[in-house]
């Protein structure tokens, strides 16, 4: 495995275990890369608004862990500076949603990451645009890399 491979799934890896939220929604963190993130979550019975959908904020979570894995990926801490989603169709209950982002641009403090969610049977139900912003600070402790 590449260094930045590896640098990658450990930062991905550490911001999960740390991710009470993410965990707490059933959310699985299932690939990462330089730049990258895969996460996957079901649509649970209470996650379901009014029309018996998926109510937009899960889905919004969803995209936004994906970010937050994606924007980590490099060992610099990162946080969202803004972000948006547009909902493309909805999410039943019993679906399996997965959240691919990848990484548009990166520069010293600020990138731009795209993540499309998808169902299990390939259908786009959103996509979210994520602005990010380098704060000080890393993901992993510095002992941790050696």
């Known amino acids: 495995m590449n260094d930045r491979l590896d ?3 450990r930062c991905a890896q550490a911001l999960y275990d740390r991710d009470a939220a993410s965990q707490g929604l059933g959310m699985r963190l299932l690939a990462s890369g330089p730049g990258s993130a895969t996460v996957g979550m079901s649509v649970r019975a209470d996650m379901l608004q009014g029309h018996n959908t998926c109510h937009g904020g899960f889905l919004f979570a969803l995209a936004d862990s994906a970010f937050a894995f994606a924007c980590n990926s490099h060992n610099a801490a990162t946080v969202a500076q803004g972000c948006s ?8 209950e019993g679906d399996t949603l ?3 982002c990848n990484e548009l641009s990166r520069g010293k403090r600020t990138g731009v990451y795209d993540v499309r969610i998808d169902n299990q049977h390939g259908q786009l139900i959103a996509l979210f645009r994520g ?5 000080r600070g890393t993901v992993l402790a510095e002992e941790t890399l050696k």
Do not use: E, H, M, N
Not at 85 to 92: G, K, L, N, T
Not at 131 to 135: E, H, L, P, T, V
């Open 7 to 9: 640098l990658a799934s």
């Open 85 to 92: 989603i547009d909902y493309v169709a909805p999410a039943f």
């Open 98 to 100: 997965t959240a691919t």
């Open 131 to 135: 602005k990010s912003y380098q704060i």
